[in-house]
T-cell receptor
Framework: DTEVTQTPKHLVMGMTNKKSLKCEQH?????MYWYKQKAKKPPELMFV???????INESVPSRFSPECPNSSLLNLHLHALQPEDSALYLC??????????????FGSGTRLTVV | GESVGLHLPTLSVQEGDNSIINCAYS??????FIWYKQESGKGPQFIID?????DKRQGQRVTVLLNKTVKHLSLQIAATQPGDSAVYFC?????????????FGKGTHLIIQP
């Protein structure tokens, strides 16, 4: 299995809702990432987990709460979002100590709309 | 031609021609670079990568060139096909070899004209 699987593919939520985005990989990668991508913009790093521990938080607002329950799963819990949080949320994975030319694998993303 | 402004830079080429997409990166210490292709509604798809100790790497119909002196990366696509139409991003890994996450360039929208 060489894929990163994200669910759901689309999500519409109200500003008072609580929802979660899920990401799964079975490549044995021990680093997992959340990115946010607005239309016509590049992906921007949000969080990095290394060996199931949060290693990087790029000053993301607390209404986004990541969780890594095990080495294959990564969640992003959403609460009290704003319309400007509407975006494509991408999950990626990689080896922690990457050898020569070991890359990153991205999922297809969750298209989030906050109404 | 290529246009830069408030919108995503766009490169329009005829089907069958070669295309060159350019990228300037910011961190002179970056050790690892990747080109991604992103089609509408999909996640970034790996195309080709290169380490800082290389200046050229070839794949199937694609070549990446790295000029560390001027911090410039380019992606050459030979004999472009309609399926090559997409947004192309370069990405740099500041430290290389670790779980740091990637920093993406602005992206270029490649349009293949029939």
């Amino acid at each position: 299995d060489t894929e990163v699987t994200q669910t759901p593919k689309h999500l519409v939520m109200g500003m008072t809702n609580k929802k979660s985005l899920k990401c799964e990989q079975h490549m044995g990668h021990r680093a997992m990432y959340w990115y946010k991508q607005k239309a016509k913009k590049p992906p921007e790093l949000m969080f990095v987990y290394s060996y199931e521990k949060l290693s990087i938080n790029e000053s993301v607002p607390s209404r986004f709460s990541p969780e890594c329950p095990n080495s294959s799963l990564l969640n992003l819990h959403l609460h009290a979002l704003q319309p400007e949080d509407s975006a494509l949320y991408l999950c990626a994975s990689s080896q922690v100590h990457r050898g020569v030319l070991d890359g990153y694998t991205f999922g297809s993303g969750t298209r989030l709309t906050v109404v | 031609g290529e246009s830069v402004g408030l919108h995503l830079p766009t490169l329009s080429v005829q089907e069958g021609d070669n295309s060159i997409i350019n990228c300037a990166y910011s961190n002179s210490a970056s050790d690892y670079f990747i080109w991604y292709k992103q089609e509408s509604g999909k996640g970034p798809q790996f195309i080709i990568d290169i380490r800082s100790n290389m200046d050229k790497r070839q794949g199937q119909r694609v070549t990446v060139l790295l000029n560390k002196t001027v911090k410039h990366l380019s992606l050459q696509i030979a004999a472009t096909q309609p399926g090559d139409s997409a947004v192309y991003f370069c990405a740099e890994d500041p430290l290389g070899g670790g779980a740091d996450g990637l920093t993406f360039g602005k992206g270029t929208h490649l349009i293949i004209q029939p």
